[in-house]
């Protein structure tokens, strides 16, 4: 048993309330998936600190940094990014779609001459999302799998936008069924229904408002005029005066028109959260029952978004993909990278001594995983991971978990097993250094 989680056992009662503490064990149970997942899979069981990671003046500073970012778009000196930056998505021409044959290039054609590339940038609306969508690297919801096997990694799926995010468009497709669209963290094509033109004055509304709202577990139903506008998802962002939080619909003319919402305040925080480990583990915690979703598919997170999810309550700002949040730290001012050895006992040696829990993100190819601590000298992890490799096959996780660094290695037999997540990582990013 971990000594610190004891320690601060009271602390955490005090704070979320009691309940039954799931034994931290290594030993495989029968009839179980994999071993790690009978360690107990409650971030806030790993606790090990109560302390603020800063003062109210960094929280402070930390909420001024991720609304300039949140609103960047909105700003009048927004500049669209380049072409490329924009369309790199048509630069893979091969792949499977729903029925598991090669998609046919004619297809791929119609969608190149559909989206108009020489006449981008056309447009420069403020906007906003009405309806939290799929944001899709090609104006289609078809889906576009790397191997005939490939299912759920839809590679034309780029990230799920929440309602109400701010957004510009930049772009729209010939048919004008789709918008080509960027916000603070993801650009893509949207329905040209899922969002709306906005006004000059709810764009300073929102922008100069200073009391802001998040939801405090995931898909609150919000409603007006007893009629139901959207669920209210954790990574949500409202303004917020008197007894209202604020949202928005499209009226025909395809405009945005906001509207107050009743809410229960009991469902809601102050944004931001202060900085420590209890609410860390608390944000993610209350996403644990969540499936895995690629790209946001199906309304669901994957191991990017919810990293990114779970960090913007306590007022940090992170890119969308995992390759961005671990290089992000190069360029903030608060958070430090490190390159890992190739060793994995070395690389053992450097995460346990330079690594902060529940402030550490871990990066490998495609995947990036939030460090919690240590249990039993094992390197503990929380992920939102689709599966792990085995001799066997994949073990599939499907959602959010906490394992160590090889979950499955158990099930290994003779052969050559296959690379586990110590073997593959790469770096990391403290992200409070």
């Known amino acids: 048993m971990y000594p610190k989680i004891l320690k601060f056992l ?9 309940s039954t503490k799931q034994p931290i064990s290594f030993d495989l149970k029968p009839n179980t998936q994999i071993a790690d997942l009978n360690l107990s899979q409650r971030a806030i069981m790993y606790i090990s600190d109560n302390n603020d990671f800063g003062d109210s003046a960094f929280s402070g500073e930390l909420k001024r940094e991720y609304l300039e970012k949140y609103f960047s778009v909105w700003r009048d000196d927004f500049i669209p990014p380049d072409k490329n930056d924009m369309f790199w998505g048509l630069v893979a021409k091969n792949g499977f779609g729903e029925s598991k044959k090669p998609i046919n290039n004619g297809f791929l054609d119609e969608l190149e001459s559909n989206m108009q590339v020489d006449f981008y940038p056309s447009r420069k609306d403020k906007a906003i999302m009405v309806k939290s969508a799929n944001v899709r690297v090609l104006p289609t919801e078809k889906p576009r799998f790397s191997t005939i096997d490939g299912y759920p990694f839809d590679r034309w799926q780029n990230s799920l936008i929440f309602a109400f995010t701010p957004v510009i468009i930049l772009h729209h497709d010939k048919t004008k069924e789709w918008v080509l669209i960027q916000s603070s963290f993801v650009s893509g094509w949207v329905k040209y229904d ?22 405090n577990r995931d898909k609150i139903p919000l409603y007006f005029n007893n009629q139901f506008i ?12 008197e007894n209202y939080i604020y949202g928005y619909y499209r009226n025909e003319n395809g405009f945005a028109v906001k509207i107050p919402l009743v809410f229960d305040s009991n469902d809601f925080d102050i944004f931001p959260l202060n900085l420590n480990q209890i609410n860390i583990a608390n944000i993610a915690d209350s996403l644990n ?50 390159a890992l050895p190739d060793d994995n006992n070395e690389k053992i040696e450097m995460i346990k001594k330079y690594a902060k829990p529940f402030r550490t993100i871990l990066w490998l190819k495609g995947h990036i995983m939030l460090y919690i601590g240590e249990v039993d000298n094992q390197i503990m992890v929380i992920h939102d991971v689709w599966g792990a490799k085995t001799t066997q096959g994949v073990e599939i996780l499907g959602g959010i978990s906490i394992t160590t660094l090889t979950p499955g290695i158990e099930k290994n037999e003779n052969g050559d097993a296959p690379p586990t997540l110590l073997d593959r990582i790469k770096s990391m990013n403290i992200i409070i250094k």
């Open 10 to 18: 009271v602390l955490i009662i005090l704070f979320i309330g009691c």
């Open 194 to 215: 899922e969002v709306a033109l906005i006004n000059k004055d709810d764009v300073e509304s929102f922008m100069q408002n200073s009391d802001f709202l998040m939801p």
């Open 230 to 241: 959207e669920n209210a998802r954790i990574g949500m962002l409202f303004e917020s005066k």
């Open 289 to 338: 029952l969540e499936n895995y979703g690629w790209g946001g598919m199906y309304g669901n997170r994957d191991c990017s978004s919810f990293v990114r999810d779970v960090f913007m309550g306590v007022g940090i700002w992170l890119p969308r993909n995992s390759l961005a949040q671990v290089n992000h730290a190069k360029i903030s001012p608060y958070s430090q990278y490190m």
